[in-house]
């Protein structure tokens, strides 16, 4: 594997780096993600980057911080964008129901986010049944093509402890209230990877 771009390593005004360097600074990324980590955050980003370069490229993590999460995220994203020179989206519930309710305004957006190499699908805690209709009625159609198309896929549950594997297993569950049971089956198996982040 080819060693490791990082964003604080590199010359933000060389050629070779326009595209991803713009495509960060355009999506509004904090400027954190330009200077480097502490190592605990850093040797855990390049490790889920590895995860989603590698066969098994649809993780689940396990967290006691959401916010950690959402942090670590950004070090991911812009790893991916300059190790692999494709894009990434960050969709949130909310994004979901807007491409649920306008499907034809939103054609582009879904698109995107199934061609997309990189899907980050942060925690969310849902209980409105209009969400829960949402998710498990268009995510699980847009996640199936880009489970089909083998792409990275990349989602966190909120623990409120650390979990073993049994224990992760169980905790999928939170997955299937939100988006429905057949996004927990996609999240499952041989290509997916389930992973305990610590702070």
């Known amino acids: 594997m080819n060693e490791m771009v990082f964003p604080w390593d590199i010359d933000q005004q060389a050629l070779k780096y326009a595209w991803p360097?713009?495509?960060?600074?355009?999506?509004r990324m904090p400027t954190r993600v330009w200077e480097a980590p502490a190592d605990r955050t850093l040797d855990q980003a390049v490790k889920l980057l590895r995860f989603l370069q590698g066969s098994r490229n649809w993780v689940v993590c396990f967290s006691m911080s959401p916010s950690y999460m959402r942090t670590l995220y950004t070090y991911v994203e812009a790893l991916?964008?300059?190790?692999?020179?494709?894009?990434?989206?960050?969709?949130?519930?909310?994004?979901?129901?807007?491409?649920?309710?306008?499907?034809?305004v939103e054609d582009?957006?879904?698109?995107?986010?199934?061609?997309?190499?990189?899907?980050?699908?942060?925690?969310?805690?849902?209980?409105?049944?209009?969400?829960?209709?949402?998710?498990?009625?268009?995510?699980?159609?847009?996640?199936?093509?880009?489970?089909?198309?083998?792409?990275?896929t990349i989602t966190?549950?909120?623990?409120?402890k650390p979990v073993d594997k049994e224990m992760a297993r169980k905790e999928m569950r939170k997955l299937s209230d939100v988006y429905g049971t057949s996004v927990v089956d996609l999240f499952s198996g041989e290509e997916s990877k389930l992973v305990c982040v610590s702070m």
């Open 21 to 27: 360097v713009s495509l960060i600074k355009n999506r």
């Open 80 to 104: 991916w964008v300059l190790n692999t020179g494709t894009p990434f989206e960050e969709v949130d519930i909310k994004d979901i129901l807007m491409m649920f309710q306008q499907k034809s």
């Open 108 to 152: 582009e957006r879904e698109e995107q986010v199934i061609e997309t190499g990189l899907l980050v699908l942060p925690y969310t805690d849902a209980v409105n049944i209009s969400v829960q209709r949402a998710g498990s009625m268009f995510l699980s159609s847009v996640l199936m093509k880009r489970k089909v198309q083998r792409r990275a």
């Open 156 to 160: 966190d549950i909120f623990v409120s």
